[in-house]
Protein backbone atom coordinates (compact mmCIF):
# COMPACT_ATOMS: atom_id res chain seq x y z
CA UNK A 1 0.00 0.00 0.00
CA UNK A 2 1.58 2.92 -0.97
CA UNK A 3 1.70 5.53 1.36
CA UNK A 4 1.39 8.80 -0.75
CA UNK A 5 -2.10 7.03 -1.72
CA UNK A 6 -3.83 7.92 1.46
CA UNK A 7 -5.91 10.77 1.78
CA UNK A 8 -6.08 11.34 -1.79
CA UNK A 9 -8.36 8.07 -2.25
CA UNK A 10 -11.00 7.25 0.11
CA UNK A 11 -10.82 3.90 1.49
CA UNK A 12 -12.59 3.28 4.55
CA UNK A 13 -14.49 0.54 5.30
CA UNK A 14 -17.35 -0.01 8.11
CA UNK A 15 -14.56 -1.60 10.66
CA UNK A 16 -11.81 1.34 10.07
CA UNK A 17 -14.22 3.35 10.46
CA UNK A 18 -15.28 1.82 14.02
CA UNK A 19 -11.69 2.25 15.14
CA UNK A 20 -11.32 5.48 13.35
CA UNK A 21 -14.28 6.96 15.75
CA UNK A 22 -13.08 4.95 18.56
CA UNK A 23 -9.14 6.61 18.94
CA UNK A 24 -10.73 10.03 18.41
CA UNK A 25 -13.44 9.67 20.88
CA UNK A 26 -10.49 8.81 22.90
CA UNK A 27 -8.29 11.14 21.64
CA UNK A 28 -7.22 13.21 25.19
CA UNK A 29 -6.38 9.63 26.72
CA UNK A 30 -3.72 9.12 23.48
CA UNK A 31 -2.53 12.67 23.38
CA UNK A 32 -1.82 11.76 27.26
CA UNK A 33 0.33 8.50 26.43
CA UNK A 34 2.10 10.99 23.75
CA UNK A 35 3.12 13.19 26.26
CA UNK A 36 4.29 11.28 28.87
CA UNK A 37 5.87 9.46 26.36
CA UNK A 38 7.69 13.22 24.72
CA UNK A 39 8.95 14.27 28.39
CA UNK A 40 10.56 10.58 29.61
CA UNK A 41 12.17 10.29 26.28
CA UNK A 42 12.80 14.09 24.92
CA UNK A 43 15.28 16.58 27.01
CA UNK A 44 13.51 19.76 25.58
CA UNK A 45 10.16 18.32 26.54
CA UNK A 46 11.42 17.14 30.02
CA UNK A 47 12.42 20.87 30.60
CA UNK A 48 9.40 23.15 28.45
CA UNK A 49 7.32 25.60 30.85
CA UNK A 50 3.89 24.62 31.35
CA UNK A 51 2.57 27.15 28.14
CA UNK A 52 4.68 24.80 25.74
CA UNK A 53 3.71 21.82 26.97
CA UNK A 54 -0.16 22.48 26.98
CA UNK A 55 0.06 23.50 23.41
CA UNK A 56 2.02 20.31 22.66
CA UNK A 57 -0.45 18.43 24.17
CA UNK A 58 -3.00 20.38 22.23
CA UNK A 59 -1.11 19.59 19.04
CA UNK A 60 -1.10 16.32 19.71
CA UNK A 61 -5.04 15.94 19.91
CA UNK A 62 -4.71 17.46 16.84
CA UNK A 63 -3.13 15.49 15.34
CA UNK A 64 -5.08 12.43 15.98
CA UNK A 65 -7.78 13.97 14.65
CA UNK A 66 -6.06 14.94 11.67
CA UNK A 67 -5.00 11.29 11.42
CA UNK A 68 -8.54 9.71 11.77
CA UNK A 69 -9.42 12.39 9.39
CA UNK A 70 -6.87 10.79 6.55
CA UNK A 71 -8.16 7.24 7.46
CA UNK A 72 -11.40 7.89 7.24
CA UNK A 73 -10.94 10.04 4.05
CA UNK A 74 -12.31 13.20 5.21
CA UNK A 75 -8.67 15.09 5.44
CA UNK A 76 -5.45 14.88 3.11
CA UNK A 77 -2.17 15.99 4.74
CA UNK A 78 -1.64 18.58 2.22
CA UNK A 79 -4.51 20.19 3.54
CA UNK A 80 -2.71 20.57 7.16
CA UNK A 81 0.66 22.17 5.72
CA UNK A 82 -0.35 25.35 6.97
CA UNK A 83 -1.45 24.63 10.56
CA UNK A 84 2.36 22.40 10.59
CA UNK A 85 3.91 25.74 9.65
CA UNK A 86 2.39 27.34 12.39
CA UNK A 87 3.51 24.64 15.25
CA UNK A 88 6.94 25.17 13.54
CA UNK A 89 6.64 29.01 14.50
CA UNK A 90 5.50 28.26 17.80
CA UNK A 91 7.56 25.71 19.09
CA UNK A 92 10.64 27.86 17.53
CA UNK A 93 9.47 30.52 19.96
CA UNK A 94 9.26 28.01 22.81
CA UNK A 95 12.85 27.38 22.20
CA UNK A 96 12.42 23.18 21.16
CA UNK A 97 14.83 22.14 18.45
CA UNK A 98 13.10 21.19 15.31
CA UNK A 99 14.54 17.76 15.27
CA UNK A 100 12.98 17.06 18.49
CA UNK A 101 9.74 18.28 17.36
CA UNK A 102 10.22 15.65 14.61
CA UNK A 103 11.41 13.23 17.05
CA UNK A 104 8.13 14.01 18.58
CA UNK A 105 5.76 13.48 15.82
CA UNK A 106 7.71 10.28 15.21
CA UNK A 107 6.52 8.93 18.97
CA UNK A 108 3.51 10.00 18.14
CA UNK A 109 3.14 7.82 15.57
CA UNK A 110 4.25 4.88 17.26
CA UNK A 111 1.42 5.51 19.59
CA UNK A 112 -1.10 6.23 17.50
CA UNK A 113 -0.45 2.88 15.75
CA UNK A 114 -0.50 0.45 19.10
CA UNK A 115 -3.64 2.26 19.99
CA UNK A 116 -5.20 1.16 16.59
CA UNK A 117 -3.39 -2.30 16.66
CA UNK A 118 -5.17 -2.77 20.14
CA UNK A 119 -8.51 -1.48 18.58
CA UNK A 120 -8.21 -3.82 15.79
CA UNK A 121 -10.44 -6.85 15.40
CA UNK A 122 -9.08 -10.49 15.27
CA UNK A 123 -10.21 -10.90 11.70
CA UNK A 124 -6.34 -11.25 10.37
CA UNK A 125 -7.47 -9.51 7.09
CA UNK A 126 -9.40 -6.56 8.59
CA UNK A 127 -6.86 -5.81 11.19
CA UNK A 128 -4.18 -5.63 8.35
CA UNK A 129 -5.71 -3.25 6.78
CA UNK A 130 -6.58 -1.17 9.64
CA UNK A 131 -2.94 -1.30 10.73
CA UNK A 132 -2.11 -0.71 6.87
CA UNK A 133 -4.75 2.61 6.51
CA UNK A 134 -2.98 4.22 10.35
CA UNK A 135 0.81 3.53 8.91
CA UNK A 136 -0.30 5.38 5.77
CA UNK A 137 -1.98 8.41 7.59
CA UNK A 138 0.86 8.73 9.75
CA UNK A 139 3.72 8.43 7.55
CA UNK A 140 2.16 10.85 5.31
CA UNK A 141 1.72 13.19 8.42
CA UNK A 142 5.43 12.76 9.11
CA UNK A 143 6.21 13.56 5.20
CA UNK A 144 4.28 16.79 5.44
CA UNK A 145 5.44 17.47 9.00
CA UNK A 146 9.12 17.97 7.90
CA UNK A 147 8.20 20.24 4.99
CA UNK A 148 5.83 21.97 7.30
CA UNK A 149 7.59 22.53 10.71
CA UNK A 150 10.42 23.33 8.93
CA UNK A 151 9.09 26.61 7.00
CA UNK A 152 7.88 27.60 10.31
CA UNK A 153 11.42 27.08 12.15
CA UNK A 154 12.74 29.29 9.00
CA UNK A 155 10.64 32.05 8.80
CA UNK A 156 11.13 32.12 12.64
CA UNK A 157 15.23 31.86 12.33
CA UNK A 158 15.06 34.16 9.70
CA UNK A 159 13.02 37.29 11.58
CA UNK A 160 15.65 36.73 14.06
CA UNK A 161 18.54 37.11 12.10
CA UNK A 162 16.91 40.05 10.76
CA UNK A 163 16.66 40.66 14.10
CA UNK A 164 19.96 40.09 14.81
CA UNK A 165 21.47 42.33 12.40
CA UNK A 166 19.25 45.22 12.73
CA UNK A 167 19.96 44.79 16.61
CA UNK A 168 23.82 44.71 15.98
CA UNK A 169 24.69 47.33 13.54
CA UNK A 170 22.69 49.74 15.40
CA UNK A 171 24.68 49.24 18.30
CA UNK A 172 27.64 49.37 16.36
CA UNK A 173 26.92 52.74 14.54
CA UNK A 174 25.84 53.78 17.70
CA UNK A 175 29.14 53.74 19.99
CA UNK A 176 31.22 54.49 16.70
CA UNK A 177 29.08 57.96 17.03
CA UNK A 178 27.70 57.38 13.04
CA UNK A 179 23.93 57.45 14.83
CA UNK A 180 22.84 59.52 18.05
CA UNK A 181 21.76 56.97 20.62
CA UNK A 182 17.88 56.72 21.34
CA UNK A 183 16.00 54.89 24.23
CA UNK A 184 16.44 51.35 22.57
CA UNK A 185 20.26 51.62 22.78
CA UNK A 186 21.33 49.88 25.86
CA UNK A 187 18.27 47.31 26.09
CA UNK A 188 19.56 46.48 22.14
CA UNK A 189 23.10 46.04 23.49
CA UNK A 190 21.99 43.77 26.41
CA UNK A 191 19.56 41.79 24.04
CA UNK A 192 22.50 40.58 22.06
CA UNK A 193 25.08 40.04 24.84
CA UNK A 194 26.48 43.41 24.91
CA UNK A 195 27.97 44.72 27.66
CA UNK A 196 28.46 48.62 26.42
CA UNK A 197 30.36 49.52 30.02
CA UNK A 198 32.70 46.50 29.08
CA UNK A 199 33.98 47.64 25.16
CA UNK A 200 37.84 48.61 25.50
CA UNK A 201 39.05 47.94 22.24
CA UNK A 202 37.86 48.97 18.01
CA UNK A 203 38.91 47.13 15.45
CA UNK A 204 38.29 48.28 11.69
CA UNK A 205 39.10 46.12 8.98
CA UNK A 206 38.81 46.63 5.09
CA UNK A 207 37.42 43.62 3.22
CA UNK A 208 36.27 42.52 0.00
CA UNK A 209 32.69 42.43 -1.08
CA UNK A 210 32.53 38.81 -1.21
CA UNK A 211 34.10 38.65 2.19
CA UNK A 212 32.33 41.25 4.42
CA UNK A 213 29.46 38.87 5.75
CA UNK A 214 32.00 35.84 6.35
CA UNK A 215 34.24 38.61 8.34
CA UNK A 216 31.40 39.67 10.39
CA UNK A 217 30.40 36.14 11.35
CA UNK A 218 33.94 35.00 12.08
CA UNK A 219 34.35 38.31 14.19
CA UNK A 220 31.16 38.04 16.05
CA UNK A 221 32.09 34.74 17.21
CA UNK A 222 35.48 35.31 18.41
CA UNK A 223 34.49 36.97 21.26
CA UNK A 224 31.50 36.89 23.61
CA UNK A 225 29.91 40.25 24.32
CA UNK A 226 31.50 42.02 21.09
CA UNK A 227 29.67 44.24 18.65
CA UNK A 228 30.43 43.72 15.06
CA UNK A 229 28.92 45.70 11.77
CA UNK A 230 29.99 46.96 8.93
CA UNK A 231 29.75 50.33 6.88
CA UNK A 232 30.38 50.31 3.34
CA UNK A 233 33.07 48.37 2.90
CA UNK A 234 34.46 48.58 6.53
CA UNK A 235 33.83 46.17 9.11
CA UNK A 236 33.72 47.68 12.47
CA UNK A 237 34.35 46.12 15.95
CA UNK A 238 34.07 46.88 19.06
CA UNK A 239 35.74 44.23 21.98
CA UNK A 240 35.97 43.49 25.34
CA UNK A 241 38.70 42.55 27.59
CA UNK A 242 41.65 43.76 29.49
CA UNK A 243 44.03 42.80 26.78
CA UNK A 244 44.08 43.93 22.57
CA UNK A 245 42.30 41.08 20.62
CA UNK A 246 44.12 39.12 18.52
CA UNK A 247 42.44 39.70 14.77
CA UNK A 248 44.02 37.71 12.32
CA UNK A 249 41.56 38.85 9.47
CA UNK A 250 44.01 41.82 8.12
CA UNK A 251 44.48 44.56 7.21
CA UNK A 252 43.05 45.78 10.31
CA UNK A 253 43.75 48.92 12.43
CA UNK A 254 42.68 48.28 15.93
CA UNK A 255 42.66 51.58 18.66
CA UNK A 256 41.30 51.73 22.36
CA UNK A 257 37.68 52.41 22.53
CA UNK A 258 36.75 53.59 26.00
CA UNK A 259 35.55 56.50 24.26
CA UNK A 260 33.62 54.90 21.46
CA UNK A 261 33.77 57.59 18.93
CA UNK A 262 37.63 58.25 19.39
CA UNK A 263 38.25 54.38 19.05
CA UNK A 264 36.83 54.22 15.57
CA UNK A 265 38.38 57.61 14.49
CA UNK A 266 41.82 56.11 15.38
CA UNK A 267 41.14 52.66 14.34
CA UNK A 268 40.10 53.86 10.91
CA UNK A 269 43.30 55.96 10.99
CA UNK A 270 45.80 52.71 11.91
CA UNK A 271 43.35 50.98 9.19
CA UNK A 272 45.11 53.57 6.71
CA UNK A 273 48.89 52.79 8.42
CA UNK A 274 48.07 49.07 7.57
CA UNK A 275 47.33 49.23 4.19
CA UNK A 276 49.88 51.72 2.88
CA UNK A 277 52.59 49.27 5.00
CA UNK A 278 50.43 45.77 3.88
CA UNK A 279 50.96 45.05 7.33
CA UNK A 280 48.07 42.91 8.91
CA UNK A 281 47.39 44.49 11.93
CA UNK A 282 48.56 48.12 12.76
CA UNK A 283 47.78 49.55 16.57
CA UNK A 284 47.23 52.81 16.19
CA UNK A 285 49.12 53.98 19.50
CA UNK A 286 51.95 52.92 17.98
CA UNK A 287 51.66 55.03 14.67
CA UNK A 288 50.02 57.78 16.14
CA UNK A 289 52.06 60.30 13.77
CA UNK A 290 51.63 58.21 10.90
CA UNK A 291 48.08 57.79 11.52
CA UNK A 292 47.24 61.33 12.00
CA UNK A 293 48.98 62.48 8.68
CA UNK A 294 46.83 59.99 6.83
CA UNK A 295 43.52 60.70 8.10
CA UNK A 296 44.50 64.22 7.82
CA UNK A 297 43.89 66.82 4.73
CA UNK A 298 45.74 67.15 1.60
CA UNK A 299 48.02 69.24 2.40
CA UNK A 300 49.33 67.57 5.88
CA UNK A 301 50.15 64.71 3.56
CA UNK A 302 52.24 66.51 0.96
CA UNK A 303 53.82 68.30 4.25
CA UNK A 304 54.43 64.89 5.66
CA UNK A 305 56.02 63.27 2.19
CA UNK A 306 58.30 66.95 2.03
CA UNK A 307 59.44 66.28 5.49
CA UNK A 308 60.32 63.02 5.11
CA UNK A 309 61.64 62.53 1.07
CA UNK A 310 62.15 66.32 -0.26
CA UNK A 311 65.88 65.63 -0.46
CA UNK A 312 65.08 62.88 -2.26
CA UNK A 313 63.31 64.58 -4.67
CA UNK A 314 64.85 67.71 -5.15
CA UNK A 315 67.95 65.37 -6.00
CA UNK A 316 68.85 64.76 -9.80
CA UNK A 317 68.53 60.78 -9.57
CA UNK A 318 65.86 61.25 -6.80
CA UNK A 319 63.00 59.07 -9.06
CA UNK A 320 66.15 56.40 -9.27
CA UNK A 321 66.85 57.01 -5.67
CA UNK A 322 62.75 56.40 -4.40
CA UNK A 323 62.55 53.23 -6.38
CA UNK A 324 65.20 51.63 -5.42
CA UNK A 325 64.52 52.29 -1.66
CA UNK A 326 61.03 51.37 -2.12
CA UNK A 327 62.40 47.88 -4.05
CA UNK A 328 64.96 47.40 -0.48
CA UNK A 329 61.94 47.53 1.73
CA UNK A 330 60.16 45.50 -0.42
CA UNK A 331 62.38 42.85 -0.15
CA UNK A 332 62.37 42.77 3.20
CA UNK A 333 65.46 44.76 3.05
CA UNK A 334 67.74 42.39 1.21
CA UNK A 335 70.37 44.01 -1.00
CA UNK A 336 70.51 41.19 -3.14
CA UNK A 337 66.80 40.97 -4.02
CA UNK A 338 66.57 44.40 -4.52
CA UNK A 339 68.96 44.21 -7.06
CA UNK A 340 67.54 41.82 -8.90
CA UNK A 341 64.02 43.48 -9.20
CA UNK A 342 65.57 46.68 -10.26
CA UNK A 343 68.25 44.84 -12.67
CA UNK A 344 71.06 46.53 -11.46
CA UNK A 345 74.05 45.35 -10.14
CA UNK A 346 74.80 44.89 -6.44
CA UNK A 347 77.08 47.62 -6.17
CA UNK A 348 74.72 50.00 -7.56
CA UNK A 349 72.13 49.56 -5.43
CA UNK A 350 74.46 49.98 -2.37
CA UNK A 351 75.53 52.89 -3.87
CA UNK A 352 72.62 54.56 -4.20
CA UNK A 353 71.23 53.23 -0.82
CA UNK A 354 74.12 55.11 0.93
CA UNK A 355 73.52 58.20 -1.00
CA UNK A 356 69.66 57.89 0.68
CA UNK A 357 71.18 57.92 3.76
CA UNK A 358 73.51 60.56 3.03
CA UNK A 359 70.88 62.85 1.66
CA UNK A 360 67.91 61.95 4.42
CA UNK A 361 70.74 61.89 7.43
CA UNK A 362 69.01 58.98 8.33
CA UNK A 363 69.57 55.19 9.17
CA UNK A 364 67.17 53.58 6.76
CA UNK A 365 67.57 50.30 8.33
CA UNK A 366 66.37 51.85 11.93
CA UNK A 367 62.49 49.99 12.01
CA UNK A 368 61.12 53.86 13.33
CA UNK A 369 62.48 55.25 10.26
CA UNK A 370 61.76 52.46 7.83
CA UNK A 371 57.57 52.86 8.42
CA UNK A 372 57.94 56.47 8.24
CA UNK A 373 59.70 56.36 5.04
CA UNK A 374 57.34 53.20 3.48
CA UNK A 375 54.38 55.54 4.22
CA UNK A 376 56.10 58.64 2.22
CA UNK A 377 56.72 56.37 -0.74
CA UNK A 378 53.51 55.33 -1.09
CA UNK A 379 51.76 58.32 -0.47
CA UNK A 380 54.45 59.78 -3.25
CA UNK A 381 53.51 56.88 -5.32
CA UNK A 382 57.00 55.78 -5.43
CA UNK A 383 55.99 52.32 -3.42
CA UNK A 384 54.76 49.24 -5.07
CA UNK A 385 50.98 49.20 -5.56
CA UNK A 386 48.64 48.21 -3.03
CA UNK A 387 45.63 46.66 -4.40
CA UNK A 388 42.43 48.09 -2.89
CA UNK A 389 43.64 50.66 -0.81
CA UNK A 390 42.85 53.76 -2.98
CA UNK A 391 41.61 57.05 -1.02
CA UNK A 392 39.24 59.99 -1.37
CA UNK A 393 40.19 63.44 -1.10
CA UNK A 394 39.73 62.76 2.09
CA UNK A 395 42.42 60.11 2.65
CA UNK A 396 40.12 57.37 4.06
CA UNK A 397 39.26 54.43 2.61
Known sequence: MASGQIGTIPRATPSVLRVAALIEQDADRIADRMMEAYTRRIPSYASANETSLADAHGWARASIVMATGIVSGKLTATDLVEELRHVGRRRAVQGIPLHDVLLANLIATEVLWNEASALSPEDPEQRLEIQGLFMDASVSLLQHAVVGLASGYLEIEGARAADEEHDMQAVVETIAGLRAPDKSHQARAESRGIDLGKLQWCVVLRAKDDDIGALVRTLRRAAAGAAVGRIGKRIIAFFPGESPPAVDLGPAGLASATDGRAGFRRASAALLVALHLKRDLVRYEEVVPLAMVLAGPDEDREAFIESQLGALIRDP????????????????QSVAAAARELFVHRHTLEYRLSRIENA??????????RMMLEVALALHGAGPPTPGTATNHNGTP
Open 317 to 332: LGGELMKSLAAYYGTG
Open 360 to 369: LNVDIRAPEV
